[in-house]
């Protein structure tokens, strides 16, 4: 059996949308599976024939495609806000955390002297104000008493006033000093699991560094993209497909919002897909979305019969006697296990629907052919 060197390019779209929309397949086009019984019994001298299906048009669901990214709706990269040595580091890529667990501490000497600094400059302002407190209302006592003037009395007044003030000023540095040396301790804003960590122990952090990524794998999305020439085509309220090439399951978008704000380089728009179920996803892979426009009448076949090796993609055809011949065809969109025909077969014609035994059915009678 001999390959015809020349081989039809492809899609890549068609190669990973096998497994897409068997939902709105199934309530659009129920018979699409429907495999025909073989043809009366060939020739003695021929191999048996293996389950064929009768190319036929049939409607299917009429996508439009978009690429895009899954993304955690909830992910934070924690950075430090003061100076100073890390001294701990808890966690490690993979962990999973609860809300306020520590993921790392900052040397925290340098805060802690900080605060016994404003707490000393605190307690002088309080004796001052202590000391002015008392002054200020003897003085008013002996202004009574004509034995001072106004003018020390309002002097009294003053250095009251002051020392009010300073002790509210020195309160808030107290305060300030307190809230950094908290700084000194990482925790997590919420439960979650370590994405990346980005310093090690005996770094110096400084305010701004990143230090830990953590997300939220219970709330994830896709964001996809979209032509600004699709968009008229996509409404937000039909039904969307979603396929991640590591998962064995396709998924649903619960919400969809588009993002109102279209690229002038790429001329693309970007859809939030928010996902019913994240089991199994990750930041950063890749997925791609399917929105059902409508049905269309296509010719197709299932696309397990569909024989791919290396570029070469090709179906058994059954002809006369059961006999089965490899013949080269050119493949378009698929959806819901049915694969468009663009070329190569004729409505009617029959196929194989397991290409591996047929092959091994036919053998050495089986010939190599393209339409």
């Known amino acids: 059996m001999t390959t015809n060197n020349k081989t039809h390019s492809f899609t890549r779209q068609a190669r990973r949308a096998a497994a897409v929309g068997a939902a709105m397949l199934w309530a659009l086009a ?12 060939p020739a003695a001298a021929a191999a048996p024939a293996a389950s064929s299906y009768t190319v036929a048009y049939r409607e299917v669901p009429d996508v439009i495609s978009a690429e895009g990214v899954v993304e955690a709706v909830r992910q934070s990269t924690l950075a430090a806000q003061i100076q100073g040595q890390i001294v701990e580091l808890k966690v490690r890529v993979g962990d999973t955390v609860k809300a306020g667990q520590v993921l790392a501490r900052i040397d925290p000497r340098a805060a802690e002297q900080v605060v016994s600094g404003s707490q000393s400059q605190l307690a002088e302002a309080q004796a001052g104000l202590t000391n002015a407190t008392r002054a200020y209302e003897r003085n008013k006592q002996l202004f009574a008493q004509n034995f001072i003037s106004k003018a020390g009395l309002d002097q009294a007044e003053l250095d009251f006033k002051a020392a009010q003030a300073r002790v509210g000023a020195v309160q808030a540095n107290a305060g300030q000093a307190s809230t950094a040396k908290t700084f000194t301790t990482i ?8 994405a990346a960590t ?3 122990l005996g770094d110096m952090a400084t305010p701004g560094r990143p230090l830990v990524t953590v997300f939220d794998p219970a709330s994830m999305r896709v964001v996809a993209t979209l032509s600004q020439s699709s968009l008229r085509a996509v409404k937000l309220q039909m039904p969307v497909q979603i396929e991640v090439p590591d998962l064995k399951r396709s998924l649903t978008a619960k919400q969809v919002t ?3 704000l279209v690229d002038s380089r ?4 970007k859809l939030r897909l928010e996902l019913a179920d994240a089991t199994g996803l990750l930041p950063g892979q890749f997925a791609r979305a399917y929105f059902a ?3 269309a009448r296509k010719l197709v076949i299932p696309e397990s ?4 090796r290396s570029e070469v993609t090709a179906v058994y055809v059954q002809g006369e006697g059961g006999q089965a011949q490899l013949r080269q065809i050119r493949t378009g969109d ?3 296990g049915l694969t468009e025909v663009l070329s190569g077969l004729r409505e009617g014609e029959r196929i194989a629907l397991d290409p591996v035994k047929a092959g091994l059915l036919s053998g050495s009678s089986a010939s190599t052919s393209q339409k």
């Open 198 to 200: 980005l310093v090690e």
């Open 258 to 260: 588009l993002v109102p």
């Open 187 to 194: 925790t997590a804003p919420y439960a979650g699991v370590v």
């Open 293 to 295: 426009t409508g049905v």
């Open 305 to 308: 019969a569909v024989l791919r």
């Open 334 to 336: 698929a959806v819901g």
């Open 30 to 41: 129920p018979q699409a599976y429907a495999a025909d019984a073989p043809a009366s019994a």
């Open 266 to 269: 790429t001329h693309t728009a």
